[in-house]
T-cell receptor, first 117, second 114 residues
Framework: AQKVTQAQTEISVVEKEDVTLDCVYE???????LFWYKQPPSGELVFLIR??????QNEISGRYSWNFQKSTSSFNFTITASQVVDSAVYFC??????????????FGTGTKLQVIP | SQTIHQWPATLVQPVGSPLSLECTVE??????LYWYRQAAGRGLQLLFY??????ISSEVPQNLSASRPQDRQFILSSKKLLLSDSGFYLC?????????????FGQGTRLTVV
C-alpha cells in the first residue's frame, strides 16, 4: 500500500529564512507521481508541482525548489527567502497508476508553515 | 476551462440529522471523482472515489456514503450524522490519460456537527 509521511507537523520561521518541508513516500510501483499542494487559510488546495517517478531532475520555480531523491524515497520542498504569504499547510501526495482509469492519490498529513514577520 | 463546484461552503448540523454535500465538475468528461475529509489538525483522508457513473469505492468504513448519479456529479451523504463527522470535506477530480494531471479541488465544505 502507498503511504506518504510528512514528519514535520508545524514549522515556524522568520521572514526571509529558507525552509525545507520533508516528504517521504512508500510505494511498490515503479510508475507513480508525486505532488505538492498548498492549503492557505481559505481552505482550498492549490497545486504546486507534479513529478513522475522517471524524472529525478530537481526543479526550481522562483523561490520554490523541489528535491526528488528516488534512492531515499523523498520529495522535499524548499522555500527560499520565505514570506508571510507562504504561511499555509503544505501537503505532499503520491499517485499511482491503476488499471481501469483510476489514480489513487494518497496525501500526507501536512506540514503547517508559519512565517513570522 | 474546467471548474469544480462544491456546496454548501459551511454547514452546521445536529447529531442524528442527515447530510448531503454536492459536487459538480464542468468542462471535462468522465473524470475520476474523490471525496476527502480533513479533520481538525489532521491530514487529508480519502473517503470515496469513483471512476464512472454508479461506480463508488470506499476507503474507510463509516456512516457516510457516496453516489454518482451523473458523470460529473458526486454526492456525499449520511443518514445520521455523528459528532466525529465534523471536519472539512473536499471534493476533487482528476483525469486519466498519458498526460496525467493533478487533482483539482473544490473549495470545500466546513461541516460542524453539534
Amino acid at each position: 500500500a502507498q503511504k506518504v509521511t510528512q514528519a514535520q507537523t508545524e514549522i515556524s520561521v522568520v521572514e526571509k529564512e529558507d525552509v525545507t518541508l520533508d516528504c517521504v513516500y512508500e510505494t511498490r510501483d515503479t510508475t507513480y507521481y508525486l505532488f505538492w499542494y498548498k492549503q492557505p487559510p481559505s481552505g482550498e488546495l492549490v497545486f504546486l508541482i507534479r513529478r513522475n517517478s522517471f524524472d529525478e531532475q530537481n526543479e526550481i520555480s522562483g523561490r520554490y525548489s523541489w528535491n526528488f531523491q528516488k534512492s531515499t524515497s523523498s520529495f522535499n520542498f524548499t522555500i527560499t527567502a520565505s514570506q508571510v504569504v507562504d504561511s499555509a499547510v503544505y501537503f505532499c501526495a503520491l499517485s499511482e497508476d491503476y488499471s481501469g482509469g483510476y489514480q489513487k492519490v494518497t496525501f500526507g498529513t501536512g506540514t503547517k508553515l508559519q512565517v513570522i514577520p | 476551462s474546467q471548474t469544480i463546484h462544491q456546496w454548501p461552503a459551511t454547514l452546521v448540523q445536529p447529531v442524528g440529522s442527515p447530510l448531503s454535500l454536492e459536487c459538480t465538475v464542468e468542462g471535462t468528461s468522465n473524470p475520476n471523482l474523490y471525496w476527502y475529509r480533513q479533520a481538525a489538525g489532521r491530514g487529508l483522508q480519502l473517503l470515496f472515489y469513483s471512476v464512472g457513473i454508479g461506480q463508488i469505492s470506499s476507503e474507510v468504513p463509516q456512516n457516510l456514503s457516496a453516489s454518482r448519479p451523473q458523470d460529473r456529479q458526486f454526492i456525499l451523504s449520511s443518514k445520521k450524522l455523528l459528532l466525529s463527522d465534523s471536519g472539512f470535506y473536499l471534493c476533487a477530480w482528476s483525469v486519466w490519460g498519458p498526460r496525467l494531471t493533478e487533482a483539482f479541488f473544490g473549495q470545500g465544505t466546513r461541516l460542524t456537527v453539534v
